[in-house]
C-alpha cells in the first residue's frame, strides 16, 4: 500500500506570494491532518479534515487555510506569505482522526520564503 | 492552556539505556503518542499509552502517570539507528473531535 505523499517537496517563495501545498492520503483513510513544523516551535497543529469538512483548527491566523476533496486528497493554502511561514509543512493521514488510530505522515514540503 | 516539555537534546552511548521524559499540561487528555523522526524523515509511531502503567514493545518501552501529567520513552540495549529526535504528543478531543499536541521533541545522538 502506498504511504502518504505529498507534492512538491520543495517550495521557495517570496514575501507576499500565495502557495497551495497538496496531500495525499494512504488509500482508505479519510482523516487528513496538517502541521507546521519548525525547528523552535515542533509540530504545530493547523487543522484536520474528515470527509470533506474541516473538524480542528490550530491557532494559526487566517491566511492558513486547507480543504479537502471527495477523494481525500487535500490541499492547504498560505496566502500573503511572511518570513515567518518558512517551514517544514507535515501532513498525516489516519482511518478514522488522529489520535483515534495510528497517523502516518508524509515525507513533508520545506517550504522557504524569501 | 496547553504545554508540552520535553528536554531539547540528549546524549547516550550505543548499547546502553536512556530515558526521555515528558510532561503535559492539556485542557483535556485522551491518551499519550511517541513518535521518532530521523533527520529530513516524517515522523514514525513508536508507542501509545492512555492508561497509567508501563508499555513494552521490544526494545521501547513507555510509561504513562495520568495524575502526574507525566510520561517517559525508555530505550534500551542503544544503537546507532536510535540517534533521532523523539516526540511526544498528548491527544485532546475539544468540541468532541481529537487532535494531537506535540511537545519540541528531543533530539538523541548515540555515541559509539
Given at each position: 500500500?502506498?504511504?502518504?505523499?505529498?507534492?512538491?517537496?520543495?517550495?521557495i517563495k517570496?514575501?507576499?506570494?500565495?502557495?497551495?501545498?497538496?496531500?495525499?492520503?494512504?488509500?482508505?483513510?479519510?482523516?487528513?491532518?496538517?502541521?507546521?513544523?519548525?525547528?523552535?516551535?515542533?509540530?504545530?497543529?493547523?487543522?484536520?479534515?474528515?470527509?470533506?469538512?474541516?473538524?480542528?483548527?490550530?491557532?494559526?491566523?487566517?491566511?492558513?487555510?486547507?480543504?479537502?476533496?471527495?477523494?481525500?486528497?487535500?490541499?492547504?493554502?498560505?496566502?500573503?506569505?511572511?518570513?515567518?511561514?518558512?517551514?517544514?509543512?507535515?501532513?498525516?493521514?489516519?482511518?478514522?482522526?488522529?489520535?483515534?488510530?495510528?497517523?502516518?505522515?508524509?515525507?513533508?514540503?520545506?517550504?522557504?520564503?524569501? | 492552556?496547553?504545554?508540552?516539555?520535553?528536554?531539547?537534546?540528549?546524549?547516550?552511548?550505543?548499547?546502553?539505556?536512556?530515558?526521555?521524559?515528558?510532561?503535559?499540561?492539556?485542557?483535556?487528555?485522551?491518551?499519550?503518542?511517541?513518535?521518532?523522526?530521523?533527520a529530513g524523515?516524517?515522523?514514525?509511531?513508536?508507542?501509545?499509552?492512555?492508561?497509567?502503567?508501563?508499555?513494552?514493545?521490544?526494545?521501547?518501552?513507555?510509561?504513562?502517570?495520568?495524575s502526574k501529567?507525566?510520561?517517559?520513552?525508555?530505550?534500551?540495549?542503544?544503537?546507532?539507528?536510535?540517534?533521532?529526535?523523539?516526540?511526544?504528543?498528548?491527544?485532546?478531543?475539544?468540541?468532541?473531535?481529537?487532535?494531537?499536541?506535540?511537545?519540541?521533541?528531543?533530539?538523541?545522538?548515540?555515541?559509539?
Amino acid at each position: 500500500k502506498a504511504g502518504v505523499t505529498q507534492t512538491p517537496r520543495y517550495l521557495i517563495k517570496t514575501r507576499g506570494q500565495q502557495v497551495t501545498l497538496s496531500c495525499s492520503p494512504i488509500s482508505g483513510h479519510r482523516s487528513v491532518s496538517w502541521y507546521q513544523q519548525t525547528p523552535g516551535q515542533g509540530l504545530q497543529f493547523l487543522f484536520e479534515y474528515f470527509s470533506e469538512t474541516q473538524r480542528n483548527k490550530g491557532n494559526f491566523p487566517g491566511r492558513f487555510s486547507g480543504r479537502q476533496f471527495s477523494n481525500s486528497r487535500s490541499e492547504m493554502n498560505v496566502s500573503t506569505l511572511e518570513l515567518g511561514d518558512s517551514a517544514l509543512y507535515l501532513c498525516a493521514s489516519s482511518v478514522t482522526g488522529p489520535g483515534t488510530d495510528t497517523q502516518y505522515f508524509g515525507p513533508g514540503t520545506r517550504l522557504t520564503v524569501l | 492552556g496547553q504545554n508540552i516539555d520535553q528536554p531539547t537534546e540528549m546524549t547516550a552511548t550505543e548499547g546502553a539505556i536512556v530515558q526521555i521524559n515528558c510532561t503535559y499540561q492539556t485542557s483535556g487528555f485522551n491518551g499519550l503518542f511517541w513518535y521518532q523522526q530521523h533527520a529530513g524523515e516524517a515522523p514514525t509511531f513508536l508507542s501509545y499509552n492512555v492508561l497509567d502503567g508501563l508499555e513494552e514493545k521490544g526494545r521501547f518501552s513507555s510509561f504513562l502517570s495520568r495524575s502526574k501529567g507525566y510520561s517517559y520513552l525508555l530505550l534500551k540495549e542503544l544503537q546507532m539507528k536510535d540517534s533521532a529526535s523523539y516526540l511526544c504528543a498528548v491527544r485532546d478531543n475539544p468540541g468532541g473531535y481529537n487532535k494531537l499536541i506535540f511537545g519540541a521533541g528531543t533530539r538523541l545522538a548515540v555515541h559509539p
